[in-house]
């Protein structure tokens, strides 16, 4: 099962991608999370990569198809796989569909989970991350049994850099402007599920598994 997660930043595509990946055994690939990591490695890329992320601007395509062109080509991603945070602007998406010719394989659905831009502000400027596992809160929705405290690991929970209001008002206007014309390049090709973002972390994994037990 080959699938892309897409909606606006904090509508959830990375706490849904973590349950599907525990339900349907097959690996989440977030360049986010990559980026991310790239950055605390202080690696070229990281390096390269921080000062786009933030400014809550998006990495150049180029730098982020090469890491995805990588991932895909692993032994794990035979099974399937799960885009989050990938494509995000229609050049990364013709790239995607490339790479994917090549390997030989093809994306059976895109779940886009949608959210109104005042429940975004509210949901992102009260998320905290684990710096160890990336598992992801919310100080009020999905609070810590300990403040500060990842409830999987026990790692430090942090605000990510580009969560700060100001930032985030910039993601989304990228959002809007890069990222959501991809809802309709991909409906033209018949892949495009839409699940409403607003209800319940179960709610919205209820509303997804009735969608991928299709394609299981
Ligand atoms: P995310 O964790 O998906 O919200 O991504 C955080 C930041 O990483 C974004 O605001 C971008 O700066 C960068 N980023 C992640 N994925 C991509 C992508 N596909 N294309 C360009 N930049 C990206």
């Not at 059976?108 to 109104?116: G, Q, S, T």
């Not at 999987?152 to 100001?166: A, S, V």
Request: aromatic fraction near 6%.
């Amino acid at each position: 099962m080959n699938l892309i997660l897409l909606g606006g930043p904090g509508a959830g595509k990375g706490t849904q991608a973590k349950l599907i990946v525990s339900k349907y055994n097959i690996p989440q690939i977030s360049t986010g999370d990559m980026l991310r990591e790239a950055v605390a490695k202080q690696t070229e890329l990281g390096k390269k990569a921080k000062e786009y992320m933030d400014r809550g601007e998006l990495v150049p395509d180029e730098v982020v198809i090469g890491i995805v062109k990588e991932r895909l080509a692993q032994p794990d991603c035979e099974k399937g796989f799960i885009l989050d945070g990938f494509p995000r602007t229609l050049k990364q998406a013709e790239a995607l569909d490339k790479i994917l010719e090549e390997l030989g394989k093809k994306i059976d659905a895109v779940i886009n989970i949608a959210v109104p831009e005042d429940e975004i502000v509210k949901r992102i400027v009260n998320r905290r991350t684990c710096k160890k596992c990336g598992a992801v809160y919310h100080l009020i929705y999905n609070p810590p049994k300990e403040p500060g405290k990842c409830d999987k690991c026990g790692g430090e929970l942090y605000q990510r850099d580009d969560d700060k209001e100001e930032t985030v008002k910039e993601r989304i206007r990228v959002y809007k402007a890069q990222t959501e014309p991809l809802i309709d390049y991909y409906s033209k090709k018949g892949l495009v599920y839409n699940v409403d973002g607003t209800k319940s972390i179960e709610g919205v994994f209820e509303e997804i598994k009735k969608i991928l037990d299709k394609f299981a």
